[in-house]
């Protein structure tokens, strides 16, 4: 029996907010991937997606720094004035800047398209690619396992595609259910991946097992997206996006739960 | 709006206006800055001791920007040694707490007691109230109808100071009959000392400790923890004897899991095996005691297969701790513990224990007890008061001079019990019957009514009748939110007290201090005793105008100032702790009547009493309940520490201790809430269950002090169950006139929702603003 | 250039938490957090037990998970070994709570990652920290392993047993635990989830 004298630092220190945050740092990188992707193949069709995607950056980062009891701090500038490569949130910080500036300048129409279009589809990427990186170097948290190295990225651009999807079906059509069957397979994965884990195998998966509830409507959602893509696009958005976003904001809730307070 | 605490603080000190705050920078935070800590601010240092138990650590109190930060421990004072326990440490939190009463306060007329309707009042008008009530009880049953109930160092105010010029001797402390009284009327009998507030146990020299539940670890007397854990460290060996799994059995080499009450029987037994086995101290013995033949003959029956029985401990196990600790002799030592009112025979429990170490040979040798000396101090040059200070403190006096003056009367409780110590409990009891004479009026100076006197509805029914209540505090204890009139006092880190003069190996004297200005219009006891005074035609016991005068004036007199003190916090003198050095001096430490350590007590025989401790079962548990044990928390002081946000923080509520099988068999489950119902049919509750290990099968423990009911204390209020709700029942112990607690019972009751209740950090951010 | 570290003797630690209330008030801990909890664990059955008093704070790792996760430099390693966060770079992010193992961060309401400094404004002075110098069982010592003078070196050498929090995590901490009572160390036999 394990009792305490006070308690110990393990209350979730990320809230709801923060799990805003995990989806709309994926709509942000998302988008402005997609927009990449245009920019280098079919520039002329680019519009206003540039514009979409700088507002997607936009609102997080000022959800960010509404949610953070550092706010008026602005210490925020240390992000820039530092390099720290080996944290994720710095490349995200830069990754967001950077994609930020590029769509900026795609929107204006400023400069070669296709060579911004490049740096972009790199900016972007790691926008996509931090927040999986940022849980995963967490060797203390079984449940952010190195799959969310891929799972992120992927749930992260059908996020981003699940809206693109209402406004250019056409084109995304094929994108989503390609990214929703990857993110499906990558969710079924999961659980095994955790289970073959190292020491902490038989914590991650019980704790898994406390939303495989959870797990199974998601995965019934990102089938539907996967299914309903090409034949009613706008209910497969509905679908893929809410089982992103439930799968995410659920590892990232769950994740955080110390183990370490009261499995010891 | 999140605050951080010390915004908090500066908030709460800019609405109390009543303090000008001279902090620097940091008063006005701006968002964009970090705050800044209160140690890169400009720190003083105030010697003084702390209140938080009756311990009296000396402390070092840091204040910075005119606010006490910190309080660590006066390095050069031999209680703290630079170090304090929890409660110490938080005391700070005492004295921020919102909640403290803040102006005097009147029952609005009309209203009842109990009923908590107040006006609040000016200091005159509140002690006018008051003298004008007290004389006219004075007048119509005497002064003897006055009863004056203190606990604290401020106490000496108005258990000695004040009813010995007033002229009552119903003057009580609780940490005689519901505390200490069992062991010093032992010690008396036996070996012609008190025991004394500061256990004279010779720890760090000691090579075979037996404790007899006393849980120091949870019982966190400072010094003496540091001792233990340094007697440990040297290589002690450790017994303890314990219905629960202590936190000092959890250090112990053996854990005796006793039947509770029956105690007793091991110890005979124990003597029985040194007689028996010959190892016992035999020159010791010879030289320094009295009437071991008696004891030898009178130990046959006490085998430990006898004791077995009765105690559920093998006699193999019993035998092998008395070969073990003879072999230790004399550095052996088996401690008297300090909470000894038990079953009702606690002074023969309290006698055996010292008959064992008298055998031991480890009175007044090292590694056994120490004999402790008070230090030199001279009383203030006052006119003598026509009764003698009666309380007594855990030193145990017998509390008052036998003879009683012209035209006064004897203490209400006398004869009830042989020590005459004072026996709190049984001054309610006139107030109900009055008999042998009525009590019509009550001062209560920091003596929770409510929560640490046994029989609650009799305590309330007995303030029902009075004429007067007064209560004296510095929290709206429930008990407080009865009285007549409160006075609200200023904490201990606001006032001067008394001098406090410690018995000790090294005997010194402390100092308490101001290390700031009361807060709100709060006053110290003194301040309050000196104005009541005045009021109640006493005046030529007054002779000094204020505290320092006073101070000033016993410090003199023993070639120190006040000045002096207040530079050093502490005084320490020479003690003369062992037997060889009064051998030295020709002098005799044993004042009983023989001169010697009483194995046999003719006293006791003369007056009827067992003068050789025998055994007697404790009231048996009636089935279908448990017996109901209780003891302390480390990080909380009796009833007074629940509001204290800090060490709610760490420990916020009690829980009922039931071992898992039974608990399994009740059909309880860890963590959910239950009631507590005793054999009287008092429920008491809702408490936490905690399902463990740690407890025999016949029993259930729960922490003093919590289930505060009182509506002012918004954080202590509603967390756990008070024991001493469930303490309808007491025994009186015939011998030292102490209140017995452990004879109550109580079943389990399931289906308790779980209180909602505000968490603690929430109550602690609302009340920044 | 130091190597600070801490000791707690788990024999003669009483779980008092004396240090616990020493350090809310040295360092001014919000209330609803603090840098130091102690932990009570009960091994065994009746009358067969054991206790453990754990106090728990930050470990001072040496290769501490929480700085290299930190996007601003706050989160660092001192010189002396004290892995410290610069309040006014913080941009209160929460990733090194997440990252320490131990649970010995939280987030000051003031805005910035908190946690035991191993009061390293009283080791400046020369003093001890504050939880050590309460300890009324005096089960704590702090100092420099690279000092050969210091007590450290004797306290590890006396002892039976010496353990730390999670050795599989590769963090190298710097509070030591002596003397566990449970003969199966820190750990309890079997992990369990919470329930
Ligand atoms: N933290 C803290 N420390 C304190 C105090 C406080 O309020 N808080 N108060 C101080 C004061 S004034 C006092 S009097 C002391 C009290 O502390 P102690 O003098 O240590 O009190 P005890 O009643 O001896 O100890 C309680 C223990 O007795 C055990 N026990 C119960 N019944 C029996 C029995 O029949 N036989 C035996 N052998 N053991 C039994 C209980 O399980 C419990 O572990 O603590 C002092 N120290
Ligand atoms: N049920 C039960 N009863 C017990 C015990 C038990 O374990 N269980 N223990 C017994 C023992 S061992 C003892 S020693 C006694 C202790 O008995 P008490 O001393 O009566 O216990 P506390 O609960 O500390 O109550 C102290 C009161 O003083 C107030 N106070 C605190 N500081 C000050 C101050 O500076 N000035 C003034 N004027 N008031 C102040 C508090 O608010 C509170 O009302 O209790 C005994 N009674
Ligand atoms: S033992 Fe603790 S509460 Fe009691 S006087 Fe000493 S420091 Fe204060
Ligand atoms: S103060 Fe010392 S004995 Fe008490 S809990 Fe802390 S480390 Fe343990
Ligand atoms: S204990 Fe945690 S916070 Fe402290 S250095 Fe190690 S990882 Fe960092
Ligand atoms: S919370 Fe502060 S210290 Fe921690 S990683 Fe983020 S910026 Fe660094
Ligand atoms: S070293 Fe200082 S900051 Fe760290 S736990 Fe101890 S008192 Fe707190
Ligand atoms: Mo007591």
Not at chain 1, 72 to 82: A, G, P, Q
Not at chain 2, 291 to 299: D, I, K, P, Q, T
Not at chain 3, 57 to 68: M, T
Request: proline share 7%; aromatic share 10%.
């Amino acid at each position: 029996m394990t009792a305490f004298y006070g308690t110990p630092g393990a209350d979730p220190f990320w809230h709801w907010t923060t799990l805003v945050h995990f989806v709309l740092v994926a709509l942000a990188g998302g988008t402005a991937f997609f927009t990449a992707v245009v920019a280098l193949k079919r520039p002329q069709s680019l519009g206003k997606l540039p514009w979409l995607a700088l507002a997607f950056i936009a609102l997080d980062l000022l959800m960010l720094w509404a949610e953070s009891p550092a706010r008026f701090r602005f210490s925020h500038v240390w992000l820039f004035f530092s390099f720290e490569p080996a944290a994720a949130i710095w490349w995200g910080a830069w990754g967001l800047a950077l994609s930020a500036l590029l769509l900026l300048l795609l929107g204006l129409r400023l400069g070669p398209v296709r060579t911004l279009g490049g740096f972009l589809a790199f900016t972007s990427a790691v926008v996509l690619a931090y927040p999986g990186y940022a849980l995963a170097v967490n060797a203390a948290r079984p449940l952010w396992d190195h799959l969310l190295l891929a799972l992120f990225p992927a749930t992260g651009l059908l996020l981003a595609l699940a809206v693109l999807a209402l406004l250019r079906p056409a084109e995304t059509a094929l994108w989503l259910e390609i990214t929703a069957l990857v993110s499906l397979a990558l969710t079924a994965l999961y659980p095994v991946a955790l289970a073959s884990g190292g020491a902490d195998a038989r914590v991650a998966y019980a704790q898994w097992l406390r939303g495989w509830l959870w797990f199974a409507a998601a995965s019934l959602l990102l089938f539907l997206g996967a299914f309903l893509a090409r034949r009613n696009p706008a209910i497969a958005a509905a679908c893929a996006f809410a089982g992103a976003a439930l799968l995410r904001s659920w590892i990232v809730e769950e994740g955080q739960r110390s183990l370490f307070a009261h499995g010891f | 709006m999140k605050l951080n605490r010390r915004r908090f603080l500066e908030l709460s000190a800019a609405s109390v206006g009543a303090i000008a705050y001279t902090g620097h920078a940091r008063a006005l935070r701006a968002p964009w800055a970090v705050p800044k800590k209160w140690h890169e601010g400009e720190v003083r240092t105030v010697y003084s001791f702390c209140e938080n138990c009756f311990w009296k650590c000396g402390i070092s109190v840091k204040v910075e920007g005119g606010k006490v930060r910190k309080i660590d421990g006066q390095k050069q004072n031999p209680k703290s040694r630079g170090r304090l326990c929890p409660r110490g440490q938080a005391g700070v939190a005492q004295l921020y707490d919102p909640d403290r009463l803040k102006r005097p306060l009147i029952r609005i007329e009309g209203s009842k007691r109990g009923e908590g309707k107040y006006r609040e009042a000016s200091w005159e008008e509140a002690l006018d109230y008051v003298a004008e009530r007290m004389l006219k009880i004075k007048e119509r049953y005497g002064p003897e109808a006055v009863a004056w109930f203190g606990h604290g160092s401020g106490d000496s105010w108005f258990v000695e100071y004040l009813p010995a010029a007033w002229g009552s001797p119903n003057a009580a402390k609780p940490a005689v009959s519901i505390c200490t009284a069992p062991r010093e009327t032992a010690s008396q009998w036996t070996f012609g000392r008190p025991i004394g507030g500061h256990e004279p146990v010779d720890w760090t020299e000691s090579r075979y400790i037996v404790l007899i539940g006393h849980h120091i670890g949870e019982d966190t007397h400072n010094t003496q923890l540091q001792d233990f854990s340094e007697a440990l460290r040297r290589g002690a060996r450790l017994v303890v004897v314990d219905p629960r799994f202590s936190t000092a059995a959890s250090k112990a080499h053996r854990w005796l899991p006793i039947k509770p009450g029956t105690d007793l029987a091991l110890l005979l037994a124990w003597i029985h095996v040194l007689i028996k086995e010959d190892l016992y101290d035999r020159e010791y013995v010879k030289k320094y005691t009295v009437g071991f033949e008696e004891l030898a003959v009178h130990s046959n029956k006490h085998t430990p297969e006898w004791a077995e029985k009765i105690t559920e401990i093998p006699a193999e196990t019993i035998r092998a701790v008395a070969r073990e600790m003879a072999a230790a002799k004399p550095r052996a030592v088996l401690p008297p513990g300090r909470h000894t009112v038990w079953y009702g025979d606690d002074t023969q429990r309290m006698r055996a224990v010292y008959i064992l170490n008298a055998l031991l040979g480890n009175y007044g040798v090292p590694g056994g007890f120490y004999l402790a000396k008070p230090p030199y101090l001279e009383k203030y040059p006052h006119p003598a008061f026509p009764l003698e200070p009666a309380a007594g403190g855990c030193s145990g006096s017998s509390g008052g001079g036998e003879e009683v003056p012209e035209g006064y009367k004897p203490r209400a409780d006398k004869g009830k019990f042989f020590a005459k110590t004072t026996a709190i409990q049984e001054l309610i009891e006139p107030m109900l019957s009055g008999e042998p004479y009525p009590i019509r009026g009550l001062v209560c100076y920091g003596t929770n009514l409510f929560h640490s006197i046994p029989n609650v509805p009799r305590t309330k029914e007995a303030l029902g009748k009075l004429d007067l209540y007064v209560a004296i505090d510095v929290l709206p204890q429930e008990h407080v939110m009865w009285a007549d009139v409160i006075l609200p006092e200023c904490t201990y880190l606001e006032r001067y007290d008394d001098l406090v003069g410690i018995a000790h190996k090294t005997p010194f004297i402390e100092l308490r201090q101001p290390a700031v200005e009361p807060l709100w219009d709060t006053k110290p006891g003194w301040w309050i005793a000196r104005e009541l005074g005045l009021r109640l035609g006493l005046e030529k016991y007054f002779p000094w105008k204020d505290i320092e005068e006073y101070l000033d004036t016993r410090l003199q007199a023993i070639g120190s100032s006040l000045e002096e003190m207040k530079q050093q916090g502490t005084l320490v003198q020479k003690g003369r702790p062992y037997l060889k050095d009064w051998e030295r001096r020709r002098r005799n430490p044993f004042k009983t009547p023989s001169g010697k350590i009483e194995l046999y007590s003719k006293t006791f025989a003369e007056h009827g009493l067992d003068p050789l401790p025998d055994y007697t079962p404790p009231m048996p548990v009636p089935s279908g309940f448990y017996r109901l044990l209780y003891g302390r928390s480390p990080v909380h002081s009796f009833a007074k520490t629940q509001n204290n946000w800090i060490l709610m923080e760490l420990d916020p509520e009690n829980e009922v201790w039931i071992h898992r099988a039974e608990g399994k068999k009740l059909g309880l489950r860890h963590g959910e809430y239950v009631w507590l119902e005793n054999d009287a049919g008092v429920r008491e509750g809702p408490v936490r269950v905690r399902l463990t290990e740690r407890i025999r099968k016949d029993c259930v423990y729960l922490v003093h002090g919590f289930g505060h009911k009182g509506r002012g204390l918004r954080i202590a209020r509603g967390r756990g169950a008070s024991d001493n709700a469930l303490q309808t029942r007491y025994v009186l112990d015939p011998i030292s006139g102490g209140a017995a607690l452990r004879n109550n019972f109580v079943k389990v009751v399931p289906g308790a929702k779980r209180p909602k209740l505000e968490r603690i950090a929430r109550l602690v951010r609302e009340r920044r603003i | 250039m130091a190597r600070y570290a801490m000791i707690i003797d788990l024999a003669a630690c009483v779980g008092c938490s004396a240090c616990a209330a020493a350090c809310v008030l040295e360092n001014e801990a919000p209330p609803g957090h603090n840098r130091l909890w102690i932990r009570q664990r009960e091994l065994g059955t009746f009358p067969d037990l054991t206790v453990e008093y754990r106090p728990e704070q930050c470990l001072h790792c040496e290769h501490p998970p929480c700085v290299p996760v930190c996007p601003t430099g706050a989160s660092h390693q001192t010189e002396d070994g004290l892995v410290l966060v610069k309040a006014e770079r913080c941009i209160a992010c929460g990733a090194c709570i997440a990252a320490c193992p131990y649970d010995a961060r939280f987030m000051n309401p003031a805005g910035y990652a908190d946690k035991c400094t191993f009061c390293e404004h009283r080791v400046a002075r020369g003093e001890d920290p504050a939880c050590v110098e309460t300890c009324p069982t005096g089960c704590r010592v702090f100092g420099d392993l690279d000092d050969p003078e210091s007590p450290l070196h004797a306290w590890l050498e006396r002892a039976e047993r010496v353990d730390v929090l999670r050795p599989e995590m590769g963090t190298r901490p710097k509070l030591f635990y002596l003397n566990t009572p449970s003969k199966t160390g820190l750990h309890a036999p079997e992990r369990e989830v919470e329930s």
